[in-house]
């Protein structure tokens, strides 16, 4: 079966401006999944997708980054405007939804590796 | 606040060796799933293992199998035969059965040296 699509792989921008991120689950993955993971630490968690609503998005700077899911497949994760800390891989992951009997492992996407200068 | 520590940053062992990551975790839950990731330098994160907190049986897989510890809250991953290829990042993680949050710890880089 197709893994988790992200694109781009690799993207370099300058602070303040602005950037998306693009990701494509595994069919039938209602779960959706985007982590910021800053060079040498675990994934952090931004934001949650349950189908096409919002699950968890506590961790997520609203005031410059914004996701969507719409029709509950493919996600956006936007950054505007951009600061230097926001250096890092964005990680998507998708998962069948809990109470599942398949709900025992997340799969991930190889990432989009940010750079801000 | 449900939290994951990996005490060890960097660790490396010659090729053919055993080594064991360490994994502690901390959790009022009584079911859950703990997991071992693997990210190598592509950074594609790959399961390694899981282990159901309500088996008592340590899971194994090949060369990698896990020393869970319910009580001391411990989950340590063993590789055998270590081989190059296993050189990666690697990430312990915990889930609550039926809820789908994965908490991650902050990863042990392991080198394996030929």
């Known amino acids: 079966e197709a893994g988790v699509a992200q694109s781009p792989r690799y993207k370099i921008i300058e602070k303040r401006q602005s950037v998306a991120f693009w990701c494509n689950p595994i069919?039938?993955?209602?779960?959706l999944y985007w982590y910021q993971q800053i060079l040498g630490q675990g994934p952090k968690l931004l934001i949650q997708f349950q189908n096409n609503g919002v699950v968890d998005d506590s961790q997520l700077p609203k005031d410059r980054f914004s996701a969507e899911r719409l029709k509950g497949v493919d996600s956006t994760l936007k950054i505007q405007p951009a600061k230097l800390e926001d250096s890092a891989v964005y990680l998507c992951?998708?998962?069948?939804?809990?109470?599942?009997?398949?709900?025992?492992?997340?799969?991930f996407g190889q990432g989009t590796r940010l750079t801000v200068v | 606040a449900q939290t994951v520590t990996q005490s060890q940053p960097e660790m490396s062992v010659q090729e053919a060796e055993t080594v064991t990551l360490s994994c502690t975790y901390d959790?009022?839950?009584?079911?859950?799933?703990l997991f071992w990731y693997k990210q190598p330098p592509s950074r594609q994160m790959i399961l390694v293992i899981r282990q159901e907190a309500y088996k008592q049986q340590n899971a194994t897989e090949n060369r990698f199998s896990v020393n869970f510890q319910k009580a001391a809250k411990s989950f340590s991953l063993k590789i055998s035969d270590s081989q190059l290829g296993d050189t990666a990042m690697y990430f312990c993680a915990f889930t609550p059965i039926g809820d789908d949050k994965i908490i991650f710890g902050k990863g042990t880089r392991l080198h394996i040296l030929p």
């Open positions: 992951a998708s998962s069948f939804p809990p109470n599942s009997d398949s709900n025992t492992e997340a799969f």
């Open positions: 069919s039938g993955h209602a779960t």
């Open positions: 959790t009022s839950e009584n079911n859950y799933y």
